[in-house]
């Protein structure tokens, strides 16, 4: 079992910049953030596995960094140039599939944390 919580989500104008975390409790081989906009589905938006691999939806390429530190346990989300249609809610994600941007390789899922970007 594996418990996580995301903190970090805030209001922001296009162009700015916010670091998104996820505390867990538990380990496991892949984490992610994933995201939703009303009336959307959810989506992947990054990924990392134990050995430091990572993936990124198009979308956030070159923009956003995943990242995790080990000794505490944390995930978190650098994002950058940061645009309106990045606006949503969004989910850290544990899971045993590598890198995987879909919502079915995950088993545990946080509650969310909302980013909203103003143009």
């Known amino acids: 079992q594996v418990q996580l919580e995301e903190s970090g989500g805030d209001s922001v104008q296009a162009g700015g910049s916010l670091r998104l975390s996820c505390a867990a409790s538990?380990?496991?081989?892949?984490m992610g953030w994933f995201r939703q906009a009303p009336g959307k589905e959810r989506e992947g938006v990054a990924s990392?596995?134990?050995?430091?691999?990572?993936s990124y939806a198009d979308s956030v390429k070159g923009r956003f960094t995943i990242s995790k530190d080990n000794a505490k346990n944390t995930l978190y989300l650098q994002m950058n140039s940061l645009k309106p249609e990045d606006t949503a809610m969004y989910y850290c994600?544990?899971?045993?599939?590598?890198?995987?941007?879909?919502?079915?390789?995950?088993?545990?899922w946080g509650q969310g944390t909302q980013v909203t970007v103003s143009a």
């Open positions: 994600a544990a899971g045993r599939v590598a890198l995987v941007l879909r919502p079915w390789a995950y088993d545990y």
């Open positions: 538990g380990s496991s081989y892949s």
């Open positions: 990392i596995v134990s050995d430091g691999g990572t």
